[in-house]
């Protein structure tokens, strides 16, 4: 049988680059073009020498492919897809250019008019949690951001059964690896070793992508949501702490409660191959390479609050795994091939 | 002059090495006495090749001193400090056994009965920034722990003025010498490192401590606060971010609204030594080391939500710098004696 | 066709975890039993989160195995396998009990009596680079030390050659992982974090096994070599830095016995599926989580001195991956079943 | 009495700011100005929050000083600084750039002619230990790089008292912080945590001095020196371990040996206040934000190698606090004014 041939637009980031060491690993497909601006010209195993393995040469423009991963920033990602989608090649697009639906958002947000919003109704939001049966036959999958993964998954079963209030706080904290490969002060070693910070005090772009999706949850109804992102001292990793205010008569109190709220996250992702309702407070480290969302739902008895904390690892569930996940989906292949590895520990 | 006294009970714990450190450098003090179990017979300098200038043996029993400082855990310190007292020698305590006023929270949080409840109403609690007056002349100071002495600095000036609704949270992010010196899986090199996770899901001890002086500076009307501490991959450092809902019409809206937030802290810690009103989101690094807690309070606009964070150096402001600045205030030295060094940086 | 049933004794260690990960994912094998003394009753998943695909549950005996691998510390090992070993299964023995020739090194470098000297003719030292005809039928393979193997397979060619003097210093860096899951103050997050340091300065247990191996390469003429560990703070990964002078005139002066250099290399190592020569100074990052070995030899023109410096994962080729490579190898395998994986990046 | 004027010509960098940080609490000069290219205008306080307390505006011309540092690049360093020592304002420079006597070393070593040949022979190497007289009354003092400042004082008693053969290899562990603040993807977070390499394996810009001074304690026979130095996850430390050759009949063999050899540095450094004799394998931990180098010497016995260890902090006794301790020198203020603090630990 003939092999999908799949491309990568930006290899030379990290979400690009995370796409390489897992697709050339996937049994299904073949990896047939990579391409990046400064890096053009040079063969993949020399510009990233733990992919050795892999004989492509870095090229300016996208060969011919049947599906085709961007991994731009944003802006730039969506004026490269649209030729392609002319051509009818499908897009896993791991920028933000066709996550929001409200063109509107792009401006305010991102700084730049959308360029095809009539595109934007048509375009899948990848989490496939979510909306797997959209992806099966979706053009372009908008794939999420890693927070926005996170959020998500950490309070959709809530928010879908009405468990919660719209008081929403969501205290995220990243490896630095999601800041990119791009340099900047901010992600200096001497800098970012033994420091904690927050950031994006005013509004993280991933904000509007959780409140659409959320809010889509809630029917619509409005929410509430702060969300406030920190840098840690790690490469890889995402835990997002949730907070929100139980409503009241929804859960029996005490112990049973939790069990009960335990319950509807077993329910909600059953059968889901890359969610796992964790029985103790989670660790990063417990997903470390691998595209698994490890969710850990609990109460705080004292005041009725929901803890909701969920884990991933942001370059795999958070980017590159989701991305193949889709495209699982998407050519329909069994969901987890290819991104099946168990985490790397310790 | 003759100098006064000190003695370090347990200093073989990193709040007791950290004591050390900084009392070898005050210069109206005398270390005369440290002591610790296992090491006792030992050298300082042995047991810790970076006090090698200090010509001390740690003995078994605390030798003749004017203050006592106790960096031994909880229930044991009572047990130590009672016969102290009774001499008349003066202790900072930086467990957490004379922090709390109600005797059955000892029972609740600690497991186990307070051998001396009569003494906890003259305890004082060792925040010179709330409590320096009663510290002046205090024969036990209660040296608060190193969570509590992040939220209460971060939250003190909009409690006191009424600004915020009784629904806090608190998600604290700690570095791991904050666990102390005692092994543990939880603290086993490769097991935190490139990892992140929340812990105490059930209540941390730290909560009643926030819970008693944020209460009082509530002028006694309930608060319904959640706390969260989290471990990250580094030495030293916590940062707390803490959220609260603005009560409508105290602030002006917008930026203005800012400023008058931003002036209320400048007003709330004027003078103070050891708190910084930050212009920008603060990093732990900026404390590194030092006494200094900075704080930073802004405005989630689109919620109506107050966000402040503050960060410190868990040794120092956090246990060992701020039991060196209570003696300081209960001697009557200039308040930054020996412990003014700037934070090092990177 | 039925599966090959393999098993861990010890899974508890980083050593058999990692082997856990790794069976986990060979398609030709079945892991049938994992042992452990402390945690034996639970479920594997539940003490280890990330395996939590893996439905085994820890006893305390074997079960019936074709195949087992001893993750158990030394002497231990030694005296759980002999038993297998009677029954006819094959053993690969991560710990040092087979390694060493002479019975006496034992007792000097170990501290204990070899329970089955007369094995050790026997057992076959598992390097697969040079060692691959015997293994394929050994019923004893003592797997290497994750330090020797970087040595070895670092000094292996310029001996085999003869273009070195017997003056060889390898001055080796590890990842904390290295020294176990056992805790000590010497792996205490806080201590090893920020420092580095030299250990074992009167000789490492895995110098006896350098000194076998690379004499044997030497044709048995004696070498003198100095091996000094140091911890450096890090989970995985070793980098060794060997020093040895160049036999004068056996290589071109310059650029062109860069070449002579690199090219012997490549020669020796032709057709190895995990050694790789790399064109540069090589990162342990760009082996992590691989089985992979990363080999740079280089000159010193001033002094005319040969560097050459070779990085691995510690606990893939230098214990659970190489474990594995040895296995396919006894049952015919292709070599890089199971054990492909590249890198995992950043 | 009137204070001396110091003041810090590029402030910007590491080392810069280093010296910001310590000079600020030096009670005998005042630190009146500060310079920097891109920050020129801004305050010191607020391009480094941890310097709150210093209030000196970031100027682009020097003001007037009696002694400046500079901590420009090399090059950039002897241009500014020519124009100043014809002012007579005395100068420790921490580049290169008078650190070498022979005028082609700059060229071969650096890529530029030195402007100012004739001062090379009058500027003084500022490592006090080797050159405390010369130091006193020089007008221009050469700072040592960090790496040299460490393997010169492990080495400086062996090769001064004639005990080792010239084949020295030299193999440094540092931390990140001596690349400085300027961005590039070697010192890029994500790339360095988790990460060891060797580096400039072709030959460091630090070897021409490392053997210029050892040469010398040689009384100029010629040394063979192999140094290699390695890049660390950590922000702060520099670890050298020193190999060569015991020259035989020097020291007495086994036991008595080491003592002859530790005494042999105990002498060499006495009264010494930077200089510490470890009595078992030291940790750059132990030397954390201080100006102490820790030395420990030892015999590989099985070899008759000598295995000497140095530690240091490379900001501080590898250039900030070096450059103060000549400062202290050159002004006749006790060598460990304002350095004296003892490392931070953990």
Redesign the interface.
Known sequence: MKKVKVGIINVTG?AG?ELA?LL??HPEIELASVTGRSAAGQKLA?V??????INLTITAELGKVDLAFSALPHKESAQQILPLLEKGIRVVDISADFRLKDPADYVSWYGFTHPAPHLLPQAVFGLPELYRKQIVSAQIVANPGCYPTSAILALAPVIKAGLIGP?I?I?S?S???GAG?T???G?????????????A???HRHLPEITQELTLLNQGRPL???F?P?L??????I?S?C?A?LVPGKLTTGKDGEKQLRQLYLDFYKGEPFV?I??A??????????NFC?VYP?I?H????L?I?SCLDNLVKGAAGQAIQNMNVMFGFPETTGIG??????
């Open positions: 990290y680059v060491r050339c690993q020399d990233f020498p733990h992919l050795s393995d008081d706080i205290d904290k490896g630095v690896s490969r340099l900047g002060l992600t200096h070693y001497s800098e970012v070793n033994e420091d904690v910070s927050a950031y005090l005013t509004g509430s949501i702060t406030i920190h840690i001292p790690m490469t890889r990793g835990l702490t907070y205010p796992r964790a029985a407070a989670p660790h990063t480290k417990h997903t470390w390479g691998s490890v609990t705080d004292r005041t009725g609050r803890i904390i590895a168990p985490p790397v520990y310790p």
